[in-house]
């Protein structure tokens, strides 16, 4: 599975901005995708992810302010990001996962894109 993500670059604070990865290859059974970041020093997180049945789940950080989507029919996978905050400054990693247990993705999934950079200035 081959992951390419885009949109990432620089936003004043507040706002808006989409990100989108395109999922290829061995995607069969993929349940999974979702979306990570790390900012400097700190541990990567979970943001975002949407399960094929169409079911989300947000980090506490980003409820209200990001909506994931999904296209199934592109094998594309959205981050529609409003009201940027300076603390959502980051690396943004695409990510999926034939996994259906939905608890772990809060440590990581299985197939992982290259990262894009999303810099709010404030």
């Known amino acids: 599975v081959q992951l390419q993500a885009s949109g990432g670059g620089l936003v004043q604070a507040g706002g808006p901005l989409r990100l989108s990865c395109a999922a290829s290859?061995?995607?069969?059974?993929?349940?999974?995708m979702g979306w990570y970041r790390q900012a400097p020093g700190k541990q990567r997180e979970l943001v975002a992810f949407?399960?094929?049945?169409?079911?989300?789940n947000y980090a506490n950080s980003v409820k209200g302010r990001f909506t994931i989507s999904r296209d199934n029919a592109e094998n594309t996978v959205y981050l529609q990001m409003n009201s940027l905050k300076a603390e959502d400054t980051a690396v943004y990693y695409c990510?999926?996962?034939?996994?259906?247990?939905?608890?772990?993705?809060?440590?990581?999934?299985?197939?992982w894109g290259k990262g894009t950079q999303v810099t709010v200035s404030s």
């Open positions: 949407i399960t094929n049945n169409g079911s989300r």
């Open positions: 990510a999926a996962d034939r996994n259906t247990y939905t608890r772990t993705y809060y440590d990581g999934m299985t197939y």
């Open positions: 290859g061995s995607i069969f059974n993929i349940n999974a």
